[in-house]
């Protein structure tokens, strides 16, 4: 490690108590999405305070931001987030529920942590890049809304991730390691039923409840289950039950559907046959429905190459320390849940082998080391905006260990963490992690080039000829991991071919035109 990259990181401590307070006072704050006003605010005031230039309200979003420092290429992206879950109100630092605010908010998934240690990695880079004048941008991405409007897929349909050379992330997790692997795609969706109020005793004849509709709607998709694919997920939260009176039959009632599958396309097709079923819970009714679109996000496209300089750092950088208090913690708080003994992390979640491995490795129900690197096939059947950013620029994440292991996420348990010595520790040492890999993307342009290498070098040996060449499909090609990336993730899953055409054009004008003949048996 150069000295360079060091005071970068001495940089970053001589602010963790910063780093702390901000991460503490989101906790408390607990704003659920597109309503973190004094989230945004603490940031943006945080941010100006350290010398970025601060540009709120990004993409037409009130309670999003960018930070930015540095001039120059290459430009690399920091995504914080700062959004909590309803109904998870939760004391800090106990191994027992304990509902702080009667029906609050709470940090069931950490972003307290993830935006705060985003924005120590900024910190450290702006001293970088001040300290050696090097050329180089960061731009710390205020991301709101993660849990319930998926803001980054908004700032995609602006383009504003095809500005980056990379962009990168964490998240707090039950282990340390580097992410990869894909997650479902997802669309939010709230249907409202219509219908006639009426005395529902002496007149139920000339009622049409639209509660009704809604009940046959969630009985339809739950038949729908049986006939989705295994990766799907469909959820749902009733926002209006119509009232709270018994006898008078409800006229207006709307639910909250998360529809989710692997590829968009694959979550189009289940979104169009849930509308279906909403459309015959009203027919049955005799309502009348309106749908109105919330978010949608795409899948995640992991870049090995990334992955690859995430975990040489987090290897060099080790884990954050955990005292024997700590450790105790963590154990007395994995006895609330069942599954502790399961082992933690992306790469056991996928294969059996390197489950074992981790098996091995484990000492107690706190993972207190870093996890092998594993870029084995991989699927989270959770979703994440971050897939939106990925389409655009190369992306990777890392995990840091804040929870015990196994802990279902979005729990009491979860909230009760994220505002702990133990969290604090992990969201300084995340944030070092990423503003380290971040220092190797500005020193060695070269590691950005990588994930493109592999096919570019393809292509560089196949023939110029003085005309033109054009072969429509390479064997070379269609057999390299590549190709089943751009099938997967630029084409939604359809066949595709990979060719090339080379060699010297006269003119400048073409035409291209395919005809695919499908047979329809009767």
């Known amino acids: 490690m150069n000295d360079a990259k060091k005071a970068a990181l001495a940089a970053i401590d001589e602010k963790k108590e910063l780093v702390a307070e901000v991460a503490d006072a989101i906790w408390d704050y607990a704003e659920l999405s597109m309503q973190e006003v004094k989230s945004a605010a603490l940031f943006v005031k945080v941010l100006k305070a350290e010398g970025f230039q601060v540009e709120e309200g990004i993409c037409g979003i009130p309670t999003a931001f960018s930070a930015s420092f540095g001039s120059g290429g290459p430009v690399i992206g920091l995504l914080a987030e700062y959004d909590a879950l309803s109904g998870l ?13 009667k029906g609050g908010s709470g940090h069931g998934c950490g972003h307290n942590l993830l935006g ?56 707090p997790g039950d282990s340390s390691e580097v992410t990869t692997g894909s997650t479902n795609s997802c669309i939010q969706m709230i249907y409202t039923f219509h219908g006639l109020a009426s005395q529902a005793s002496t007149a139920p004849e000339r009622g049409r409840s639209a509660l009704d509709a809604v009940e046959l709607m969630n009985v339809g998709v739950q038949f729908l289950r049986e006939h989705m694919p295994r990766d799907a997920r469909v959820h749902y939260s009733i926002l209006d039950a119509g009232g709270v009176s018994p006898n008078v039959v409800q006229h207006q009632a709307s639910v909250l559907y998360m529809i989710r599958s692997n590829f968009v ?14 459309q015959g819970a009203a027919l049955m009714t005799d309502t009348t429905i309106e749908r109105r679109f919330v978010d949608g996000l795409s899948d995640t496209v992991c870049n090995h190459a990334l992955e690859k300089v995430l975990y040489d750092n987090f290897s060099q950088l080790g884990v954050p320390p955990c005292t024997a208090e700590e450790h105790a913690f963590m154990e007395a708080l994995s006895t609330t849940y069942e599954g502790r003994d399961v082992p933690g992390g992306v790469g056991a979640e996928n294969d059996p082998a390197f489950a074992e491995k981790v098996k091995a490795m484990q000492t107690g129900h706190f993972n207190d080391f870093l996890m092998p690197l594993y870029q084995g096939p991989a699927f989270n059947a959770g979703s994440t905006d971050v897939g939106d950013v990925s389409y655009q620029c190369p992306t ?10 196994h802990v279902p996420c979005h729990s009491w348990q979860v909230v009760s963490c994220n505002k702990t010595p133990m969290a604090h520790k992990a969201t300084v040492h995340a944030g070092k992690v990423l503003c380290a890999a971040a220092i190797d993307l500005l020193e060695q342009p070269a590691l950005l080039e990588a994930a ?68 329809i048996s009767e």
């Open 265 to 278: 396309k694959d979550c189009m097709a289940l979104h169009q046959r849930v509308d279906k079923i909403a």
């Open 89 to 101: 109100s939760q004391a800090a630092g106990s191994t027992a529920y304990h509902e702080l605010v």
């Open 452 to 519: 493109k290498a592999e096919i570019l070098t393809a292509l560089a040996s196949t023939p110029l000829p003085a005309a033109t060449d054009y072969v429509a499909e390479d064997k070379r090609l269609q057999e390299l991991p590549a190709a089943v990336e751009v099938s997967e993730h630029l084409f939604g899953g359809m066949p595709c071919q990979l060719g090339w055409c080379n060699g010297h054009n006269t003119r400048l004008n073409c035409l291209e035109y395919h005809l695919s003949l499908i047979h």
């Open 396 to 405: 990777a994440q890392i995990h840091v260990a804040v929870w015990p292991n």
């Open 116 to 171: 705060a240690g985003a924005m120590a990695a900024a910190i450290g880079l702006k001293h970088y890049l001040t300290q050696t004048g090097k050329s180089g941008t960061v731009i710390l991405y205020g991301c709101p809304g993660e849990e319930g409007v998926a803001s980054k897929a908004y700032m995609a349909r602006e383009g504003l991730w095809y500005g980056l050379d990379a962009a990168l992330t964490w998240h």
